[in-house]
């Protein structure tokens, strides 16, 4: 295991404290060693969380439907920068992933951005599509 994968683990241990689930897509090649990132439901709402490139942090992102104007999803800031220390994975911090954040509400509005919602993303989003299966940490 390398420190990134470290880091997403000890991630998600804190995330599923709060009482979220968290679940990484598998492949043919893929086992829970070498995951750098994974996904955070609360069962309603779908986020993305994923280690830094040191594995001492990570990042976190709130995500919705893919759209040419605005692409697929932005980074959740912590108010210095776009990565979050172990001990800033509050409750909070979790529940604002599963929101547009200010900077880019205006263009995602004027574009209709759909958030994605955990049902409609484990049916037709393209993890799905490239036959990857969601598994649950």
Do not use: H
Not at 13 to 39: H, Q, R
Not at 69 to 89: D, Q
């Amino acid at each position: 295991m390398d420190r990134q994968n470290v880091c997403i683990k000890k991630a998600v241990e804190i995330v599923k404290s709060l009482g979220y689930k968290c679940f990484y897509p598998k492949s043919n090649t893929t086992n829970i060693d070498n995951i750098t990132y994974c996904y955070i439901t609360n069962g309603e709402n779908i986020s993305y969380m994923q280690s830094n490139w040191y594995g001492d942090a990570v990042e976190l992102c709130c995500l919705y439907k893919p759209n040419k104007e605005c692409g697929s999803s932005c980074k959740i800031y912590n108010g210095k920068n776009e990565e979050f220390a172990f001990e800033e994975l509050t409750k909070d911090v979790i529940e604002s992933t599963f929101k547009l954040p200010n900077w880019i509400k205006r263009r995602a509005e004027a574009n209709n951005v759909k958030l994605w919602n955990w049902e409609d993303y484990c049916k037709n989003s393209l993890t799905i599509k490239l036959n990857f299966e969601l598994i649950e940490m």
